[in-house]
């Protein structure tokens, strides 16, 4: 009897290193990703832009700037409580749509969330939504 299936081969993912930045390329996700001061940045696409190195120094300013409105909507997905304000953290930024409409999504995480994450979604320096889920 033949099997009707077949194993796919995993692909190893490949890194390439610009600007000092290592980046790794899973073909398999069709992903590219790389880290800046402990944050995962990621985007999914098979070109990648070089313009999206530079977005760690324009994006941060920005979140740091919403830091309010950025409660709110931390307070909102956790039911309306929020005891420590500074036990979340910045997981990982998705940066697909930024070269194309100043779109970024910020993903927040805490120990004391469980397995709950909370995104919130930026364009042209606005917070334009927000999502959370585990």
Not at 10 to 20: M, S
Not at 63 to 87: A, F, M, N, P, T
Request: glycine content about 8%; hydrophobic content about 35%.
């Amino acid at each position: 009897m033949i099997w009707p299936f077949t194993r796919r081969k995993r692909v190893a993912p490949q890194y390439v290193t610009k600007e000092g930045v290592r980046l790794t390329y899973d073909m398999g996700q069709n992903l590219w990703c790389f880290e800046h001061q402990g944050v995962s940045y990621w985007f999914f696409g098979a070109t990648f832009h070089e313009s999206l190195l530079q977005a760690p120094a324009e994006i941060l300013p920005i979140i740091e700037r919403h830091q309010r409105e950025i409660r709110e909507v931390i307070v909102k997905h956790l039911g309306g409580s929020y005891e420590d304000r500074r036990s979340e953290e910045i997981v990982s930024i998705d940066l697909t749509d930024y070269c194309d409409r100043q779109q970024f999504d910020v993903g927040y995480a805490a120990e004391n969330w469980g397995d709950l994450g909370i995104n919130v979604i930026f364009e042209r320096e606005r917070i334009v939504d927000d999502w959370s889920g585990d």
